[in-house]
């Protein structure tokens, strides 16, 4: 322990950290959506299709506090939904990862994918090599 910090300033401090990179994770790649917001940048008429999709686990959501989704805008990707986006969150309910997990998951690269993030593979429509490298995300060891 650093003679000058008391160990509640130090948890203070790391807890502000955390709270850093939670909101910078939050923001990546154009930050989260309202429904509506989402809805509009996919060209729909509602956020009702945005709800059906979230139940349908075609899109990944988290809560900003007890009645306030949100919807990365990054699962956008010309207009449409993010290519094998579907089959990416299907192996993370499975794994049952917390919502910083996923995002991580999405938009940090990753040595294992050529220095790049599943992101950039996605867009370029290399869902397999996203789709393996999702099975093994957060398991121990790998």
């Not at 969150?89 to 995002?103: C, D, G, H, Q, T």
């Amino acid at each position: 322990m650093r003679p000058d910090k008391d160990n509640d300033s130090l948890f203070e401090e790391a807890k502000l950290d955390a709270i850093g990179v939670e909101a910078e994770l939050r923001d990546a790649e154009g930050g989260g959506l309202t429904s509506e917001e989402f809805a509009a940048k996919l060209g729909l008429k509602s956020a009702e299709t945005v709800r059906k999709y979230r139940f349908a686990g075609e899109i990944f959501t988290w809560e900003e506090d007890q009645r306030a989704l949100r919807h990365p805008a990054w699962q956008i990707h010309r207009g449409k939904l993010l290519p094998g986006l579907k089959d990416v969150l299907a192996v993370f309910r499975e794994k049952n990862l917390p919502p910083l997990s996923i995002i991580s998951f999405f938009v940090y690269r990753s040595k294992e994918l050529g220095d790049k993030s599943p992101l950039e593979l996605l867009r370029k429509k290399q869902v397999q090599e996203v789709l393996e490298f999702a099975k093994q995300y957060g398991d121990i060891g790998a």
